[in-house]
C-alpha cells in the first residue's frame, strides 16, 4: 500500500511540473505586465513633469471648482506638491514608475499603480523631510 502512495504522489508531481521543453527563452505565455519603457535611470523622470502636471491639475481642478484667483493660487500649490511627491518617487524608484506613470490616466491611477504606497502611520512625509520617527 506504501508503494502505491509514493507512486501516486511521484505521478501527480511529475504531472504538475511542466517540461523543460515549454519554458525557457520565447516559450513563456507573453502575459507579464512589464512595459520595457523604463531604464531604471532617474533622468527618465523628469520628462514626466508636464505629464503629472496635468493629471494633478486636472484632479484639483474638479475639486476646487470654478472661482476665484486665490484659488488657482491653492490649485497651484497643491499640483506642485503632489508632482514633487511623484517625481521623487520616480527618483526613488526609476524602473518601476516611469514607464508606469507615463501610463497614467489620471491621478487616481498613477497613485494606485505607480507610485509608492503611502504608510498607514503618516510617516512617509519625513523622508521629505530627513526625520526619522
Do not use: W
Request: net charge negative.
Amino acid at each position: 500500500m506504501r508503494r502505491v502512495a509514493i507512486l501516486i504522489m511521484c505521478l501527480a508531481a511529475a504531472c504538475a511540473c511542466k517540461s523543460r521543453e515549454d519554458t525557457g527563452p520565447g516559450k513563456g505565455s507573453g502575459t507579464g505586465t512589464g512595459t520595457g519603457l523604463g531604464t531604471g535611470d532617474p533622468e527618465d523622470c523628469e520628462p514626466l513633469r508636464a505629464h503629472l502636471d496635468e493629471l494633478y491639475r486636472a484632479d484639483a481642478v474638479a475639486s476646487a471648482g470654478s472661482g476665484s484667483g486665490s484659488n488657482q493660487a491653492i490649485i497651484d500649490e497643491i499640483v506642485a506638491d503632489n508632482v514633487t511627491m511623484a517625481l521623487s518617487d520616480c527618483v526613488a524608484s526609476p524602473a518601476r514608475v516611469a514607464a508606469c506613470a507615463a501610463k497614467a490616466q489620471t491621478s487616481a491611477d498613477l497613485e494606485e499603480r505607480c507610485l509608492i504606497p503611502l504608510d498607514e502611520e503618516g510617516t512617509e512625509g519625513d523622508r521629505f523631510q530627513g526625520e526619522k520617527r
